[in-house]
Antibody
Framework: EVQLLESGGGLVKPGGSLRLACAAS????????MNWVRQAPGKGLEWVSR????????DYTDSVKGRFTISRDNSKNTLYLQMNSLRAEDSAVYYC????????????WGKGTTVTVSS | DIQMTQSPSSVSTSVGDRVTITCRAS??????LAWYQQKPGKAPKLLIY???TLQSGVPSRFSGSGSGTDFTLTINSLQPEDFATYYC?????????FGGGTKVQIK
């Protein structure tokens, strides 16, 4: 069964850091691009970042550029999101999502991990 | 960045009705468009990709159409399990962007 399981969320103070992880199973992890998508409480979906299957190509939404870094360890089938200089507006449920083939439709999603940035 | 605008933001309807949701892109995305369904407290689920291709396992009462800047998601004969929020997403270029969502509620 194809599965994604996020971890690493929690409560952090403004300006702090957090690293999220997403453990993948049931598919050839290195063959697919991966994404992070977030959803603030009561709000819609916001794409955050993506990384290509080989880890070389990355993209970010403007609001996190320079603060967040996406990476992957294909030997461990794990996706990461390093989040630095966190702000209150980064508070959200963070989902990892698998890209579909060569295209960035998201066909498999994790259950999400909650990040709360508050003093 | 490509802005995605959905309408309506919410709709109240009944079991058995047909619902149509529209999504407009601020610039052309060809057919690089997906639709997702999200229920409260759950992760989104891919329904349709490439504007009109039904994802495996999705009931045929869901259909998508459009290309360029204007897209439509239609749900025929709405079922109780279809009450949810629906999002469009463009996959034409980075940053990927979602529409604001359409909440389908019970009348």
């Amino acid at each position: 069964e194809v599965q994604l399981l996020e971890s690493g969320g929690g409560l952090v103070k403004p300006g702090g850091s957090l690293r999220l992880a997403c453990a993948a199973s049931g598919f050839s992890f290195s063959s697919y691009g991966m994404n992070w998508v977030r959803q603030a409480p009561g709000k819609g979906l916001e794409w955050v970042s993506r990384v290509s299957g080989n880890g070389v190509d990355t993209d970010y939404t403007d609001s996190v550029k320079g603060r967040f870094t996406i990476s992957r360890d294909n030997s461990k089938n794990t996706l990461y999101l390093q989040m630095n200089s966190l702000r209150a507006e980064d508070s959200a449920v963070y989902y990892c999502a698998k890209a579909m083939g060569s295209y960035y439709y998201m066909d498999v999603w994790g259950k999400g991990t909650t990040v709360t940035v508050s003093s | 960045d490509i802005q995605m605008t959905q309408s309506p933001s919410s709709v109240s309807t009944s079991v058995g009705d047909r619902v149509t949701i529209t999504c407009r892109a601020s610039q052309g995305v060809s057919s690089w468009l997906a639709w997702y369904q999200q229920k409260p407290g759950k992760a989104p689920k891919l329904l349709i990709y490439a504007a009109s291709t039904l994802q495996s396992g999705v009931p045929s009462r869901f259909s998508g159409s459009g290309s360029g800047t204007d897209f439509t998601l239609t749900i025929n004969s709405l079922q109780p399990e279809d009450f949810a929020t629906y999002y469009c997403q463009q996959a034409n270029s980075f940053p990927l962007t979602f529409g604001g969502g359409t909440k389908v509620q019970i009348k």
